[in-house]
């Protein structure tokens, strides 16, 4: 496994999207062919549903491990705003479409969600819903802090139909959290999933990160047994992506020298995998975990798992809306994403313009090779089709998986590709033996963090 894992450590996609960013043909975007290609994928999946993204930017202290799009401040006197533009950009897409939509699926992420206070959420959320329907079933979840999570928070969420939180644990010692500026003891994080399950939600998850600065096999080792003494419902157990060269993510707080090696990140997550599987947790697909009682392992059992720009879902809406300052929506033929400037952003929707500065509209090829990675990234397998043939160049897919297929992590024929056990960890890496646009154009400075 070591000589594999220095044979495919190279910088390559996540895959939450295909095309990739910055693989976009932004030359050939516009908000015109972006506000059609909603109403186009609305008018064919209504009554599916659609996903709604709140991106909830302020942090009150930059953690140094995060590449998200965030704005460090103590005050909070930002929220309400920031909270009006939402309302305002939601109205914007609503006059977009024809008729109510049906809200399946709801995400609130950041930054910090947590930062803003509940009556603020409340506001929010009860503008959110009014101009919607809400399905019986939908999915809401958000993302909490264990260090400010609160049970008004968590109460007050519930209360508007919310039943599933995650908290980002990253690893328990000291040093790694003081190196990743995210100092927050095992009490606060059993404190706030204990009051979790108290009020009712009946998913809990825990992010935890290997690959971390000054982190040790034993670190890995020690953060996912205090982890078992809590048993979320979910744990996403992923790679650090070091992306320094991203503007301010605050990823320069540490030395490249104080990251663990390849072949240490690898039997990190060798360890970690055989002692969440031990524990009675199922491997759904890169990087997630599930209790065999949690609604995303039934999804992956039938085949219905699905993945976006929030992650693995339990279920697929066609269209996903993103609100707020850098978001990024997906109508399934085009993305499109927010500027990144929280002002710039208030600015343009109170001009009434939907903020968007970049985006991709999918061609038929796009579609197709976007299909097969999803397959690959959800079922681990994927089949060609007849519609396939004449429009993706399948010969040489095939080609280009040889070398994968003779090391064992893949099986590949005329029907399709099917990743063997051992090729899991490596699904990036299968994955981009089918990306045209990155197989294409390679890039000349690397793009992407590291797949191991």
Excluded at 175 to 182: N, S
Excluded at 326 to 346: L, M, P, R, T
């Amino acid at each position: 496994m070591c000589n594999l894992v220095q044979k495919y450590n190279v910088a390559g996609p996540r895959y939450t999207s295909y095309p990739t960013v910055p693989y976009w043909d932004i030359t050939e975007f516009s908000g015109k062919k972006w506000k059609d290609s909603v109403v186009k994928s609305f008018e064919e999946s209504k009554e599916e549903g659609i996903s709604l993204y709140l991106h909830l930017p302020f942090c009150e202290s930059m953690c140094t491990f995060c590449g998200c799009h965030k704005r460090i401040t103590k005050r909070h006197d930002v929220e309400l705003p920031y909270v009006k533009a939402l309302l305002k950009e939601w109205h914007l897409y609503l006059e977009l479409l024809p008729e109510r939509p049906l809200l399946k699926e709801l995400h609130i992420g950041g930054g910090t969600p947590t930062f803003f206070s509940p009556q603020n959420l409340e506001m929010l959320l009860r503008g959110i819903f009014r101009k919607a329907r809400v399905a019986t079933d939908a999915e809401m979840s958000f993302e909490g802090h264990p260090n400010n999570t609160s049970t008004a928070h968590l109460q007050l969420l519930y209360g508007l139909g919310f039943k599933r939180v995650s908290y980002g644990v990253q690893d328990y010692n000291l040093k790694v959290q003081q190196a990743i500026h995210r100092v927050q003891p095992f009490e606060n994080v059993k404190q706030v999933t204990e009051q979790a399950r108290a009020v009712g939600y009946t998913s809990v998850g825990h992010d935890i990160i290997y690959g971390l600065p000054f982190q040790t096999l034993e670190d890995v080792k020690n953060t996912i047994t205090k982890t078992s003494e809590l048993r979320p419902d979910r744990i996403a157990f992923y790679s650090y992506a070091h992306v320094p060269w991203l503007k301010g993510n605050g990823q320069r707080g540490f030395k490249d020298s104080d990251l663990p090696s390849a072949a240490l990140k690898q039997s990190q997550y060798a360890l970690g995998k055989k002692m969440l599987t031990d524990m009675g947790y199922v491997d759904i697909g890169m990087d997630h975990f599930a209790l065999a009682t949690d609604a995303l392992t039934a999804a992956a059992a039938n085949g219905k798992l699905h993945r976006n720009f929030m992650g693995y879902t339990p279920s697929k809406t066609q269209l996903m809306i993103g609100l707020g300052a850098s978001s990024i929506s997906d109508s399934w033929y085009g993305f499109a994403q927010n500027v990144k400037n929280i002002e710039e952003y208030q600015d343009l929707v109170a001009n009434n313009v939907i903020p968007v500065f970049r985006g991709h509209i999918l061609n038929n090829e796009d579609i197709l090779i976007r299909k097969h990675i999803l397959n690959l990234m959800c079922r681990f397998k994927t089949a060609w089709n007849t519609e396939d043939h004449g429009v993706l160049p399948l010969q040489e897919i095939q080609e280009r998986l040889q070398e994968l297929a003779k090391d064992d992590l893949v099986l590949v024929d005329d029907k399709g590709i099917t990743v063997t056990e051992k090729g899991k960890p490596f699904i990036r890496n299968i994955s981009m033996a089918l990306d045209l646009k990155l197989q294409r154009k390679k890039p000349d400075t690397q793009l992407f963090s590291m797949t191991v």
